[in-house]
């Protein structure tokens, strides 16, 4: 039984400085508080460094193998997490998501064939494929509460053209931090399996579902009968901050595809690193309270943004039910690219314009209240030099 995590631990303010952190980095020496790459500030759970420490007792860190243990403690966690029963064979272990991505593009997509992405997406979703593949933006659709999702019409559209290898999801969605339902799911996969198309569905935010209201459907798990038209991606690696370690993993109940999917990480793929084995096996068996009171934190955070944002009209705080990654669109602020405005101000955010959609910023809120109250006080403070 894991000990309790009180939520004060995430008060903490720890500086980065000395590690080469990307995220604090980009500013070494600048007056600019970071909030773009999707790290935490946050320390680790204590079982996962426990763990880490152990393993170094031992000297040797060669080659390593997935052990029986990660694989029964990752199974574990996604039968009692979303109810969803993963034969060990369906998965293949990779040092990150991203190369999960550009190796289903290769496996997936004949040459001249499209892959469909949905912009606002994550950038890698844009550069993952070969020179003789094409990616086709289908932009998701804002509605009037501002909830971002699939357009089903121009999507069958699409479809129906033919020559598409793969749908590439998002799911949950960065950066609009959209949760997609069980109905919008099932749609999805049907029209995959009308027109014979293979889904990846990148879930590496599943675990970071923050409002108490929604719910994560692995794509897979949520049209079982379909699921032989699917590769999910997935990792601990955004919920429990292990960016750095790099191990994730694909799930591919369809043989045929698994190996495809095999021989497309063959040679370019290097192997997990022993220590990421380790540390993702930890967060698995014993990181529960931690990602409890973390996720419980990064709702607080999010609520603490939108209320200092309320009533500033030239910010608009997008809903959010997964993610530590705030959308916000800037259209209303009367600069030509808000990003560059408030960096200017000592604020670093993600500019929209990297994930298809300009006029929008990302704020990542996975830091202390403290270092994020003063993100917001230099935002505010910056608009109010447009004004006065
Ligand atoms: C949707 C999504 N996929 C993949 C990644 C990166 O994954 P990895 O570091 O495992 O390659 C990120 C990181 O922010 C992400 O948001």
């Known amino acids: 039984m894991s000990k309790s995590v009180p939520l004060s631990a995430f008060d903490a303010v720890i500086s980065r400085a000395g590690t080469d952190a990307m995220k604090w980095d980009k500013y070494k020496n600048q007056d600019v508080l ?114 971002w999702t699939w357009n089903f019409v121009t999507l069958e559209e699409r479809l129906k053209a033919g020559g598409v290898g793969a749908i590439m999801l998002c799911s949950p969605h960065n950066p609009s931090g959209t949760v997609f339902t069980r109905d919008e799911l099932n749609t999805m996969m049907q029209l995959a399996n009308t027109y014979d198309v293979t889904v990846v569905s990148d879930e590496i935010h599943c675990d970071l579902v923050l409002n108490p209201e929604a719910r994560h459907y692995p794509t897979a798990a949520a049209v079982p009968q379909l699921h032989d038209r699917t590769v999910t991606l997935m990792s601990a690696s955004k919920t429990w901050n292990l960016a750095g370690l790099n191990c994730s993993y694909a799930i591919i109940p369809d043989p045929t595809r698994r190996e495809a999917f095999k021989a497309a990480v063959q040679s370019t793929v290097p192997p997990v690193p022993p220590l990421a084995y380790v540390a993702t096996e930890a967060a698995y068996l014993h990181g529960g309270t931690w990602r409890a009171a973390a996720n419980e934190y990064l709702w607080a955070n ?83 030099t447009l004004t006065s």
Request: aromatic share 12%; proline share 7%.
């Open 34 to 147: 970071p909030f773009w790459v999707a790290d935490m500030d946050f320390a680790i759970a204590e079982p996962i460094q426990a763990a880490l420490l152990e393993r170094m007792k031992h000297p040797i860190l060669g080659y390593t193998l997935p052990s029986d243990g990660l694989s029964d403690a990752v199974r574990g966690f996604l039968q009692d997490e979303y109810q969803w029963e993963v034969e060990a064979d369906w998965l293949v272990w990779l040092p990150g998501v991203v190369c999960g991505l550009a190796a289903s593009c290769r496996a997936f997509a004949q040459p001249g064939e499209a892959l469909i992405v949905n912009p606002p997406i994550y950038h890698h979703f844009f550069d993952s494929h070969e020179p003789h593949h094409h990616i086709e933006r289908l932009p998701l659709q804002c509605g009037n509460d501002h909830r």
């Open 302 to 384: 999010y609520q603490y943004l939108v209320e200092r944002f309320a009533d500033v009209s030239e910010l608009h705080v997008h809903p959010l039910d997964a993610t530590y990654l705030a959308w916000i669109d800037a259209t209303n602020l009367p600069v030509d690219n808000a990003a560059e405005f408030f960096e200017q101000h000592g604020v670093g955010l993600s500019d929209g314009a990297q994930f298809d959609h300009a006029g929008f910023i990302r704020l990542n809120f996975a830091c202390p209240r403290e270092t994020l109250g003063k993100g917001i006080d230099r935002m505010l403070a910056a608009i109010k």
